[in-house]
């Protein structure tokens, strides 16, 4: 996995272009924190790599829900209990 800032991208374009599908995935910082990812699209494999990626999100996204519920002891609430945290949430928006 290679880093790439983001004054790489503005200074030497064609060099990271270049690079993209011998490397297969770049990771774009500023100021040396990860902001973004760069992999190579096709036209012909285009929704099946958006639908990969967003499908890995929402994994990840669940995922962070659940240890958040287990750390904040709310992993073994009733079927109740969570239609009413639900309706309460709803009801506040």
Same mark, same amino acid.
């Given at each position: 996995?290679?880093?790439?800032?983001?004054?790489?991208?503005?200074?030497?374009? +064609?060099? !990271?272009?270049?690079?993209?599908?011998?490397?297969? =995935?770049?990771? *774009? /910082?500023?100021?040396?924190?990860?902001? +973004?990812? !760069?992999?190579?699209?096709?036209?012909?494999?285009? =929704?099946?790599? *958006? /639908?990969?990626v967003r499908t890995a999100r929402a994994q990840s996204a669940i995922q962070q829900?659940?240890?958040?519920?287990?750390?904040?002891?709310?992993?073994?609430?009733?079927?109740?209990?969570?239609?009413?945290?639900?309706?309460?949430?709803?009801?506040?928006?």
């Amino acid at each position: 996995m290679k880093f790439v800032t983001v004054r790489d991208i503005r200074t030497t374009p +064609a060099k !990271i272009w270049k690079s993209l599908p011998e490397e297969q =995935e770049l990771i *774009l /910082t500023n100021n040396g924190k990860p902001i +973004a990812l !760069i992999t190579p699209l096709g036209e012909n494999d285009l =929704e099946q790599t *958006l /639908t990969a990626v967003r499908t890995a999100r929402a994994q990840s996204a669940i995922q962070q829900m659940q240890l958040s519920s287990i750390r904040n002891n709310l992993s073994q609430l009733s079927i109740e209990e969570i239609e009413a945290e639900i309706s309460n949430t709803r009801k506040s928006r």
